[in-house]
């Protein structure tokens, strides 16, 4: 069965910092191009951030400089490190592989002021 599956999220305070993992099941994430949405509360989901299968690495620029994604090969997942948190950035926030359009069920990130 092809999954992925986030983990991660929780409760931080303006400023934190949190790492979101997306474990990869039945499809292999260096061989794909990967990627980061988020969904706040009462708006449309977005994209924040691609890993191609070649390494390189794109960012929205409501994030850039403060978050990163990279990947882990021999675990086959998927990480956003996510810095200087905003209340802003408080969203439900989904690993995407393009291809096939398959999704995460989603992990909730929640910085209070």
């Known amino acids: 069965q092809v999954q992925l599956v986030e983990s991660g999220g929780g409760f931080v305070q303006a400023g934190g910092s949190l790492r979101l993992s997306c474990a990869a099941s039945g499809t292999i994430v260096r061989f794909n191009t990967m990627a980061w949405y988020r969904q706040p509360p009462g708006k449309q989901r977005e994209w924040v951030a691609t890993?191609?299968?070649?390494?390189?690495?794109n960012t929205s620029d409501f994030v850039k400089g403060r978050f990163t994604i990279s990947r882990d090969n021999a675990k086959n997942t998927l990480y956003l490190q996510m810095n200087s948190l905003k209340p802003e950035d408080t969203a439900v926030y989904y690993c995407?592989?393009?291809?096939?359009?398959?999704w995460g069920q989603g992990t909730q990130v929640t910085v209070s002021s």
């Open positions: 995407h592989r393009p291809w096939g359009a398959l």
């Open positions: 890993i191609t299968s070649g390494g390189s690495t």
